[in-house]
């Protein structure tokens, strides 16, 4: 594995924040983690791959729903605890919800308020539900 | 404390991610973590405010450089885990290393290149250095 991984500061669990940017439209589109193997991964395939802190496992990024994201450029921040990917977002759809973006809701008034309509009803591309 | 904070998933430890970026440029300037303290200190004063993990106490960002970040619009992910913040941010400058953002550098051909020039020396905004 690529020592250059070793300028990045792994967390206790082995993770690395990312944080995945649409690249035509600079929307942050959602925040995951990686681990070595999941950044070697995304290097070798150019998808984004994350690693699944709840299903404790390689997530390639759209392997259900076809919404993968292929990365154009990779950055690091001073501290080397986060990582922002640029990215083109396949199918416009970042998010599980079906919206563009994970951050589809804005704090308003004291309350979180859904800021972003539904692209898609996930539904149609999960499958499995 | 606003009961709207209940919404947000905080880790282990209290915390939750939170991504600065610049509304005028959508350029991600940094990552750092929120506990409710400072998020109602944020809300409270119109400037971002982190909780610094490093010295385990609240950040008021800019406290020392002068580089302020004035909260526009804060924007929560759909688990609940990760939040945005699209700030102005004062001086041009995020990084304490006197660079635009804190993501300066690139994954070029297997190292890590930086990618971006520093505004201005920080020796110039640490008064204390």
């Known amino acids: 594995m690529n020592t250059n991984f070793d300028m990045i500061k792994w967390d206790e669990h082995g993770l690395v924040a990312a944080v995945a940017q649409e690249i ?3 929307r942050v589109l959602m925040m995951a983690w990686m681990n070595r193997e999941s950044l070697q991964a995304t290097l070798d395939s150019g998808f984004a791959t994350y690693w699944s802190r709840s299903r ?3 997530w390639r990024k759209g392997e259900e729903s076809g919404h993968r994201q292929r990365v154009k450029l990779m950055e690091m921040d001073c ?3 986060a990582i922002v990917l640029q990215v083109e977002q396949e199918g416009g759809i970042a998010c599980h919800t079906g919206h563009h973006s994970c951050f ?3 704090w308003q008034d004291g309350e979180w308020i859904e800021n972003e309509p ?3 009803n996930p539904i149609e ?3 499995a539900l």
Do not use: I, M, N, P
């Open 125 to 127: 591309f999960y499958k």
């Open 24 to 26: 035509v439209s600079g």
């Open 79 to 81: 501290d080397g605890d």
């Open 104 to 106: 589809y809701r804005k």
């Open 56 to 58: 404790a496992r390689l």
């Open 118 to 120: 539904v692209v898609r």
